[in-house]
Nanobody, 118 residues
Framework: QLQFVESGGGLVQAGGSLRLSCAAS????????IAWYRQAPGKQRDLIAR???????SYADSVKGRFTISRDNAKNTVYLQMLSLKPEDTAVYYC????????????WGQGTQVTVSS
C-alpha cells in the first residue's frame, strides 16, 4: 500500500503562491493516478486535483486555472503549484491514490497546512 508524506505548506497572503510536494513510498507508484485533497476546518475532505499515470490532469472548479498538478515518477513525487491563493484555500492538504467514489488506495499522511491571510 502506498504511503504519502506531504510538505510545502505555510502561511501566505492572498494572491500569493505555494508549491506543495507529495512524496510516495511503495511499489508501482508510476502506474497509479494520484490526487490532491484538502480539508478545511469543519468540512469534508475534497479531491481538488488529479493526475493520471500518463499525465492527464483534472481539477475541481474551485481551483481550476489557479492550481497545477504535476508528477515526477523518477522521484515518486507529485506536486501542486498553487497561484493566486485565496483565504478560502485555507485547509490541510493531503495526497493519495483515488479509487472509486471516495475510496483511496493508500494511507493518509499527516497533510500540510496551508493558511491564506486576507
Amino acid at each position: 500500500q502506498l504511503q504519502f508524506v506531504e510538505s510545502g505548506g505555510g502561511l501566505v497572503q492572498a494572491g500569493g503562491s505555494l508549491r506543495l510536494s507529495c512524496a510516495a513510498s511503495g511499489s508501482a507508484f508510476n502506474i497509479y493516478s494520484i490526487a490532491w485533497y484538502r480539508q478545511a476546518p469543519g468540512k469534508q475532505r475534497d479531491l481538488i486535483a488529479r493526475i493520471s499515470s500518463g499525465g492527464r490532469t483534472s481539477y475541481a472548479d474551485s481551483v481550476k486555472g489557479r492550481f497545477t498538478i504535476s508528477r515526477d515518477n523518477a522521484k515518486n513525487t507529485v506536486y501542486l503549484q498553487m497561484l493566486s491563493l485565496k483565504p478560502e484555500d485555507t485547509a490541510v492538504y493531503y495526497c493519495n491514490r483515488p479509487m472509486t467514489g471516495s475510496t483511496v488506495g493508500g494511507s493518509w499522511g499527516q497533510g500540510t497546512q496551508v493558511t491564506v491571510s486576507s
